[in-house]
């Protein structure tokens, strides 16, 4: 069972020290849906994986108010105000855990955006009730997100070869996160 905090409703966007991590809004959901581009945009913005987190979060209803905080967001960078990456989640929490989703456009890798992004963001997830538990998942090839997900805390758990899940539980915060 789902149960979303209305705390979680009115949230807008989450700043890092670089970043802004701003809800997606219903017309930038649905030109990323429909492939326009937006002004704000970088030259490399979007990539296929943004589309697909358009098109998710949408499928999941998670444009609501009340759902929107677990739906998907763009990074901004705060240097020059352009879009460079998503970041968010696939749904709602099940059994208090929540899967977490991102990309960084090719343009802006390698500056620890997407490790400056996950971090920020699970950290806010992980600080409302009904949510102990974030995932994510990669393949094993994906040197560079699995390297961003232990720089962001995540633990990789044993599993399938085809696809590695790491996780952090609010347990696992260092102290001054929690």
């Given at each position: 069972?789902s149960?979303?905090?209305e705390s979680l409703?009115?949230?807008?966007g989450?700043p890092?020290?670089?970043?802004s991590l701003?809800?997606m809004?219903?017309?930038?959901?649905d030109?990323?849906i429909?492939?326009?581009r937006?002004p704000?945009?970088?030259?490399?913005f979007?990539?296929?994986a943004d589309?697909?987190?358009?098109?998710?979060?949408?499928?999941?209803g998670l444009?609501?108010?009340?759902a929107?905080a677990?739906?998907m967001?763009?990074i901004?960078e705060?240097?020059?105000?352009?879009?460079?990456g998503?970041?968010g989640?696939?749904g709602?929490?099940?059994e208090n855990?929540?899967?977490?989703t991102?990309n960084?456009?090719?343009?802006?890798?390698?500056?620890?955006y997407a490790a400056e992004a996950?971090i920020a963001l699970?950290?806010?997830?992980?600080?409302q009730?009904?949510v102990?538990?974030v995932t994510?998942y990669t393949?094993?090839a994906?040197?560079?997100?699995?390297?961003?997900?232990?720089?962001?805390g995540?633990l990789?758990?044993?599993?399938?070869t085809?696809?590695?899940?790491?996780?952090?539980?609010?347990d696992?915060?260092p102290?001054?996160?929690r």
């Amino acid at each position: 069972m789902s149960i979303i905090p209305e705390s979680l409703a009115a949230d807008a966007g989450i700043p890092t020290e670089r970043l802004s991590l701003d809800l997606m809004t219903v017309a930038e959901v649905d030109a990323l849906i429909i492939q326009t581009r937006g002004p704000d945009w970088s030259e490399d913005f979007p990539q296929p994986a943004d589309y697909d987190a358009a098109r998710r979060a949408f499928e999941a209803g998670l444009l609501t108010p009340a759902a929107a905080a677990f739906g998907m967001r763009l990074i901004h960078e705060c240097s020059t105000s352009l879009v460079v990456g998503t970041i968010g989640f696939d749904g709602v929490p099940l059994e208090n855990a929540v899967e977490v989703t991102y990309n960084v456009v090719p343009s802006r890798r390698g500056q620890g955006y997407a490790a400056e992004a996950l971090i920020a963001l699970t950290r806010f997830i992980l600080d409302q009730p009904g949510v102990d538990e974030v995932t994510a998942y990669t393949e094993p090839a994906n040197e560079a997100s699995q390297s961003v997900l232990l720089t962001a805390g995540f633990l990789p758990e044993e599993g399938s070869t085809m696809v590695l899940r790491f996780s952090l539980r609010r347990d696992q915060l260092p102290e001054a996160s929690r």
